[in-house]
């Protein structure tokens, strides 16, 4: 890596001038491939995130570059969520962004991504977007879109790269990007993991010692489930549900396998197990692949997923 620090672009004409000064660099762009590709983050930035930076670095090749957003977004919080204590750290965002040969970091104020206050035009996620983390983050999806069409506006770029980790987000970015026919490929990176199995988030920071081995449930579920695939999505389901219900001070949201590509029932074929639960006052999403057998079709809500001590209507009441 080349270790030379990005450039930081603060406002919309900064990086405007700093995206043209990119196509000054390489006139023949669109002749030999030499891409720009994104990276949208919240900064915060941790091993996850670098996997997402070395992903964009080889996307981008050696005559390419990488952006990195930096900018968290008060769209996308509801009323009550972490929005004013969400973790702050540009320093080492920045020093992470030289490490991996970033060449632009692009972290604006919310006074200069919505210069109007609240807009009045936003994207509308669609069905997909309104149910899981939908339901459970009423407006979340809403605000991501809006902010991700705004930023691959302003980027121009030919790839941006997305998380596995947020699966339904990733989902709902491709299916934008496909209705609004925004002319970007979005790229998917696998989850990173610590060693222990919990997905790494930013938000980890806030769980104690006591709620990371709670935490920790999470992801076993995942991993129980997942090793039942080939006997179909009841299976996967029951397992996972065995180790939710063992540790009883994890607050289930959902646990459901789904179709990867809109979030409803999973046929046979590649499919997600994913859940949603609070340790404490942190907030846990998760998932991992399955592939369902063929003569295993798992069709309608009631086969699709539930909380963890219900079905879908103790879901939907709870919260
Ligand atoms: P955030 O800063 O949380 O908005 O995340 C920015 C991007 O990093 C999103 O595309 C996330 O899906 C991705 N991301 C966050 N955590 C991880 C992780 N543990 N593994 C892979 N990607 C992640």
Redesign the pocket.
Known sequence: MSGEPPRLATTRAELAEARAALDREVPDRGARPAPVVL???????????E??LGAARTLAGPRGSVIVSIFVNPLQFGPAEDLDRYPRTLEQDLAMCAREGVRLVFAPSAAEIYPGGQPEVTVDPGPAGRVFEGEFRPGFFGGVLTVVLKLLHLTRPAIA??????AQ??ALVRRMVTDLNVDVVIEP?????DADGL????RNRYLSAAGRAVALALPRALRAGQARAAEGGPAVLAAARAVLRAEPALAVDYLAVVDPGTFGPAGPGPALLVAAAKAGATRLIDNVPVVLPAQDAVTGDAATGDAATGGPAADAADH
Do not use: Y
Request: glycine fraction near 10%; avoid cysteine.
């Open positions: 990276v949208p983050t919240m900064g915060a930035l941790h091993a996850g995130h996997r997402l790269v997305f998380g596995q980790k947020d987000q990733l990176v696998p989850t990173v993991r997905a790494i988030s930013s």
